[in-house]
């Protein structure tokens, strides 16, 4: 049962607004915060039931500003590769400790921000090429894993389509666009698990506003912050997520 009392709504509200905010405007590499937040009070699978639909809201709200300007091949591979890693979760969800691959994807989204902090200062040679089809297939893998047990996909998207050296609108688009059809493949699994219930459609119907307005809000910063900004944020966005995931999990 969720109690729908003032601090739900107090913890609620910003947690949901700040998810919108990232994934309309900046990636969508920390919405899942929003979900880390709402655990605290919620417990993990009633959390992960609330936000699902209210991510699958956003996604939707944020595919019309961005319609058609993703990199469809970069999409289509990160799509495909991300179908075994969802039903690799599905399979084990009730065995499976998180931690683990909290860990793991916080340590590889630090070491590819560090790779591209030791590039710009000329430590190391910057690499010439972008990441492959198969480099692009075990981000999808691990990101349809790790957004199905903790909607915390970001980091591994975020670090192929940075390869990618897409445009900033490009890369925004394709990360709505991925997550789209992410977040519709984990539906079904999720209603076979149970973890949809009254109470969280309830939640879900009392924070759908908040949702759209921010990505509205997100959209906006968007289209106001410069391309050199935006990848900056998206660094450190990456980065503070990395760190997060590695705190949770070692904690």
Not at 35 to 57: N, Q
Not at 75 to 100: C, E, N
Not at 144 to 160: C, E, K
Not at 163 to 174: E, G, H, I, N, V
Request: charged residues 10%; without cysteine.
């Amino acid at each position: 049962m969720i109690d729908f009392g003032p601090l739900f709504f107090a913890v609620a509200i910003p947690a949901i607004l700040f998810a919108g905010v990232s994934k309309g405007g900046f990636g969508g590499g920390v919405a899942f915060a929003g979900s880390a937040v709402m655990v605290v009070i919620l417990g993990p699978a009633v959390a992960l039931g609330v936000t699902l639909p209210l991510l699958m809201l956003m996604d939707v709200t944020a595919l019309r500003p961005y319609w058609r300007r993703w990199d469809g091949a970069s999409a289509r591979v990160l799509i495909l590769g991300a179908v075994p890693g969802i039903a690799l979760a599905a399979a084990v969800f009730h065995l499976t400790d998180p931690d683990v691959f909290r860990v793991l994807i916080g340590l590889v989204a630090l070491g590819f921000v560090g790779f591209q902090l030791a590039v710009r200062l000329r430590l190391i040679p910057a690499r010439q090429r972008p990441f492959g089809r198969r480099a692009g297939a075990i981000s999808g893998a691990v990101a349809g894993f790790t957004s199905f047990v903790s909607h915390a996909g970001g980091p591994p998207v975020a670090v192929y389509l940075l390869s990618q050296r897409l445009d900033k609108t490009s890369f925004q688009a394709t990360t709505v666009l991925v997550f789209w059809a992410i977040n519709l493949l984990k539906f079904g699994p999720y209603a076979f698990l149970g973890i949809f219930t009254a109470d969280t459609w309830l939640a879900v119907l009392l924070l759908a506003p908040v949702a759209v307005l921010g990505v509205w809000l997100g959209v906006r910063a968007h289209r106001l912050v410069p391309e050199r900004w935006f990848f900056g944020i998206t660094y450190a966005a990456l980065a503070l997520t990395g760190a997060k995931l590695l705190w949770d999990g070692l904690s």
